[in-house]
């Protein structure tokens, strides 16, 4: 496979992203949506992959990660992914590829852009008509976040700063916004 052009280092945000072959669900149930979660909470764990956001949706997926430790990104979401896939072709009885290529990574490297990233990941579902409040969407971490239950806000404020408390996240993500976010983080075809 062609090399990533994305250099991952320690301490930076990436957003990462993949969506089902031929835009089709990746999530068929509540049993699907946790099996991956305990994945990406396992294997982040294992890697040393501070998942700072992250938004499951039935055809596609959103995380913005901050590494701990060279080269561990792309073994994290291989594993996740590839354990998933595996597991859901079993346990469907289906054969093929589950993902559309190889999942698409972004440097975040601007405040302006993590913050518009982060409320832009949050705010997917309720964009997709799935729900009315990002916090009713049981598969991202909108709920945890807003609350300071976050493993990586656990000694002070969210995003490095950026929102000094979860109240203050929830109040950017929940005004109306009209900024467009930087960069190409679109998933192709979109």
């Known amino acids: ?45 294992r890697h040393e992959i501070e998942l700072a956001v992250y938004c499951l949706m039935p055809n596609h997926f959103h995380l913005l990660v901050r590494p701990g ?11 996740v992914c590839g354990s998933y896939a595996q597991a859901l072709n079993a346990r469907r009885e289906r054969v093929g590829a589950l993902f559309q290529g190889r999942y698409r990574a972004e440097h975040v490297d601007r405040d302006a852009y993590l913050m518009h990233l982060a409320r832009y990941i949050h705010i ?18 909108y ?13 002070g404020p969210l995003f490095g700063g950026l929102f000094p408390t979860g109240r203050a996240y929830r109040d950017f993500v929940e005004r109306p916004q009209t900024v467009e976010l930087p960069g190409s983080f679109k998933l192709p075809g979109s």
Do not use: C
């Not at 430790?69 to 594993?79: C, K, N, Q, T």
């Not at 309720?126 to 409040?133: P, Y």
């Open 124 to 141: 997917n579902p309720v964009a997709a008509g799935l729900v009315v409040r990002p916090q009713d969407w049981p598969y991202s971490n």
């Open 69 to 79: 430790r060279e080269d561990s990104v792309s073994p994290f979401l291989a594993g």
């Open 1 to 45: 496979m062609p090399r990533r052009g994305v250099e991952f280092l320690i301490g930076e945000f990436y957003h990462l992203y993949n969506r089902g072959v031929d835009r089709g669900p990746i999530f068929h149930g509540p049993e699907n949506y946790r099996y991956f979660l305990g994945l990406l909470h396992n294997k982040a764990r």
């Open 143 to 155: 709920r945890d976040t807003i609350a300071g239950r976050q493993a990586f806000a656990a000694d």
